[in-house]
């Protein structure tokens, strides 16, 4: 672009954003500046683009034609333009990337469409590592528009939008991991997993405990496995909400089993109390399952094996039902 071109829109473009205080110009202005836009990325000047979408973004949050402003943001990222330009990742040198960066800030979270396609690999290319970087700067407010990745009939494609949504820590983000829950490759199952096992919400816990309670052979495994695999601190509190809030004696057996043990692997002190108070739930002809779960309770503080855990089994040898004594008798653990 001529350098005279470059002059006319640093002095003009900003003076035309910021000046104008009619409300129909400005509607004008903001479409005009969307088109801009468009030649300029397609055209690979990315310095001028930035330079018309920060003034953009800062007309959105005036007091003059905002919703106009705000739509044509979103013009530009729903563009042919930005897409282009987003399939050029592993070329850019640093100042162009931070510059590209710049521009989707500027545009918003509504810019993660433009990078789906570079996302869409099944290798981790320069390309893909530098979008995966850029989606991840948007936080929680990425979440809708990471989801539809979540569609992708592909099994790498949904691994990385669980990975994706997972790094969100957001709440918002549970109802699409949960569809991932459902997939049957054991690579998604592990990553959805993973992701819930991140988020701080009870909403993520009841989501691992129906995927606890509806799969079984290698499917409950990889819950399992997707839970200690990391050693995630994070993953410690959601164990002990799912204990709290499964029944041992009914439907949720099995899963408090599976609880249980991923929590003896895991061996962290905060799960304390959560074994400690399902470890002393009884109930009259139910002997069976009883001993199951108090034996894999015992089991697991005995791993945890702190000062708290270990008073916890000593409370427990002494003043604890005629059942759960006679486990940690036969287990031999500290009383």
Same mark, same amino acid.
């Given at each position: 672009?001529?350098?005279?071109?470059?002059? =006319?829109?640093?002095?003009?473009?900003?003076?035309?954003?910021?000046?104008?205080?009619?409300?129909?110009?400005?509607?004008?202005?903001?479409?005009?500046?969307?088109?801009?836009?468009? +030649?300029?990325?397609?055209?690979?000047? *990315?310095?001028?683009?930035?330079?018309?979408?920060?003034?953009?973004?800062?007309?959105?949050?005036?007091?003059?034609?905002?919703?106009?402003?705000?739509?044509?943001?979103?013009?530009?990222?729903?563009?042919?333009?930005?897409?282009?330009?987003?399939?050029?990742?592993?070329?850019?040198?640093?100042?162009?990337?931070?510059?590209?960066?710049?521009?989707?800030?500027?545009?918003?979270?509504?810019?993660?469409?433009?990078?789906?396609?570079?996302?869409?690999?099944?290798?981790?290319?320069?390309?893909?590592?530098?979008?995966?970087?850029?989606?991840?700067?948007?936080?929680?407010?990425?979440?809708?528009?990471?989801?539809?990745?979540?569609?992708?009939?592909?099994?790498?494609?949904?691994?990385?939008?669980?990975?994706?949504?997972?790094?969100?820590?957001?709440? +918002?983000?549970?109802?699409?991991?949960?569809?991932?829950?459902?997939?049957?490759?054991?690579?998604?199952?592990?990553?959805?997993?993973? @992701?819930?096992?991140?988020?701080?919400?009870? @909403?993520?816990?009841?989501?691992?405990?129906?995927?606890?309670?509806?799969?079984?052979?290698?499917?409950?495994?990889?819950?399992?496995?997707?839970?200690?695999?990391?050693?995630? %601190?994070?993953?410690?509190?959601?164990?002990?909400?799912?204990?709290?809030?499964?029944? %041992? *004696?009914?439907?949720?057996?099995?899963?408090?089993?599976?609880?249980?043990?991923?929590?003896?692997?895991?061996?962290?002190?905060?799960?304390?109390?959560?074994?400690?108070?399902?470890?002393? /739930?009884?109930?009259?002809?139910?002997?069976?399952?009883?001993?199951?779960?108090?034996?894999?309770?015992?089991?697991?503080?005995?791993?945890?094996?702190?000062?708290? @855990?270990?008073?916890?089994?000593?409370?427990?040898?002494?003043?604890? =039902? /005629?059942?759960?004594?006679?486990?940690?008798?036969?287990?031999?653990?500290?009383?």
């Amino acid at each position: 672009m001529p350098a005279s071109v470059d002059q =006319d829109i640093d002095l003009v473009v900003p003076d035309l954003l910021r000046i104008e205080t009619n409300e129909d110009r400005a509607v004008e202005i903001a479409g005009d500046m969307s088109i801009l836009v468009d +030649d300029l990325l397609l055209s690979g000047d *990315f310095s001028n683009s930035a330079l018309v979408l920060r003034e953009l973004r800062k007309a959105s949050e005036g007091k003059v034609a905002p919703a106009a402003a705000r739509a044509a943001l979103t013009t530009v990222g729903e563009s042919i333009a930005l897409r282009e330009a987003a399939s050029m990742l592993s070329d850019f040198d640093e100042p162009t990337l931070a510059t590209f960066i710049e521009s989707c800030e500027s545009i918003g979270p509504i810019s993660i469409r433009s990078l789906h396609p570079v996302l869409q690999s099944e290798t981790e290319t320069p390309a893909f590592a530098r979008a995966r970087d850029l989606t991840q700067r948007f936080g929680a407010a990425g979440v809708n528009y990471i989801a539809p990745l979540a569609d992708d009939s592909r099994w790498f494609v949904q691994r990385t939008a669980a990975a994706l949504l997972g790094s969100t820590r957001s709440a +918002d983000a549970v109802g699409p991991l949960q569809t991932l829950l459902r997939r049957t490759d054991p690579r998604v199952l592990r990553q959805a997993v993973a @992701a819930l096992a991140g988020i701080d919400d009870p @909403a993520a816990a009841r989501a691992v405990q129906t995927a606890l309670r509806a799969a079984s052979g290698a499917g409950r495994a990889a819950v399992i496995e997707a839970l200690v695999a990391e050693k995630d %601190p994070r993953v410690v509190p959601m164990l002990s909400r799912i204990l709290s809030e499964s029944d %041992p *004696f009914g439907q949720d057996h099995q899963t408090v089993l599976d609880t249980l043990d991923a929590v003896r692997q895991l061996a962290d002190e905060r799960a304390v109390g959560a074994v400690a108070t399902i470890m002393r /739930r009884k109930r009259f002809f139910a002997r069976k399952k009883a001993r199951a779960f108090k034996g894999a309770a015992v089991d697991a503080l005995a791993a945890i094996g702190t000062a708290r @855990a270990t008073s916890a089994l000593a409370e427990a040898a002494r003043t604890g =039902d /005629r059942l759960l004594r006679r486990v940690i008798r036969e287990k031999g653990a500290p009383a």
